[in-house]
Nanobody, 115 residues
Framework: QVQLVESGGGLVQPGGSLRLSCAASISAFTVYDMGWYRQAPGKQRELVATILSSGSTNYADSVKGRFTISRDNAKNTVYLQMNSLKPEDTAVYYC?????????WGQGTQVTVSS
């Protein structure tokens, strides 16, 4: 059974940084496309960034230039480095793994940007 466990969330001041991690219990992690999504209170879940099995990345316009997604296939882990955080980045951040038609989600980690 695939499990995704996020960590690294917390409270940070505007302009600060956080690094989220998603550890995956997947036997063939390298073939999975991975992504980070977020959901703010009262809003729909939205894409933040994705990294394909090929290493190709994609970002939401709202985070381009501030966030960086990466993966360490040896550790079965995907990361989201978040810099220059803004209050509007406050949300629960979810990790997602996808292979063919199968999608798997983590339980999420809260990120709060506030002074």
């Amino acid at each position: 059974q695939v499990q995704l466990v996020e960590s690294g969330g917390g409270l940070v001041q505007p302009g600060g940084s956080l690094r989220l991690s998603c550890a995956a219990s997947i036997s063939a992690f390298t073939v999975y496309d991975m992504g980070w999504y977020r959901q703010a209170p009262g809003k729909q879940r939205e894409l933040v960034a994705t990294i394909l099995s090929s290493g190709s990345t994609n970002y939401a316009d709202s985070v381009k230039g501030r966030f960086t997604i990466s993966r360490d296939n040896a550790k079965n882990t995907v990361y989201l480095q978040m810099n220059s955080l803004k209050p509007e980045d406050t949300a629960v951040y979810y990790c997602k793994g996808r292979y063919l038609l199968n999608n798997f989600w983590g339980q999420g980690t809260q990120v709060t940007v506030s002074s």
